[in-house]
Nanobody, 115 residues
Framework: QVQLVESGGGLVQPGGSLRLSCAAS????????MNWYRQAPGKERELVAT????????NYADSVKGRFTISRDNAKMTVYLQMNSLKPEDTAVYYC????????WGQGTQVTVSS
């Protein structure tokens, strides 16, 4: 069955960096564009970044553009999110999922940006 397992979150000070990973299994990973989402307490889940199936094109929410970088390794069936210059408003649970089909959500990984 499909599994998405996010990891790499943690507590970081403003201005710090984190690298999130999402390990996928149970589907043909290389065929799907992939997204990172986040959900802050009391807010809707929002799309943060998208990468095409080959990794040749990416797109970002305005709030993270220039600070976050999405990438993928199709051989490892993993998608990454490098987050730099983190701000308190980046605090959220981060999830990955496919772009055009919604697989069961993973548990997410908590990112907390606080001094």
């Amino acid at each position: 069955q499909v599994q998405l397992v996010e990891s790499g979150g943690g507590l970081v000070q403003p201005g710090g960096s984190l690298r999130l990973s999402c390990a996928a299994s149970g589907f043909i990973f290389r065929r799907y564009a992939m997204n990172w989402y986040r959900q802050a307490p009391g807010k809707e889940r929002e799309l943060v970044a998208t990468i095409t199936n080959t990794g040749g094109s990416t797109n970002y929410a305005d709030s993270v553009k220039g600070r976050f970088t999405i990438s993928r390794d199709n051989a490892k069936m993993t998608v990454y999110l490098q987050m730099n210059s983190l701000k308190p408003e980046d605090t959220a649970v981060y999830y990955c999922n496919a772009d055009q089909i919604r697989f069961p959500w993973g548990q997410g990984t908590q990112v907390t940006v606080s001094s």
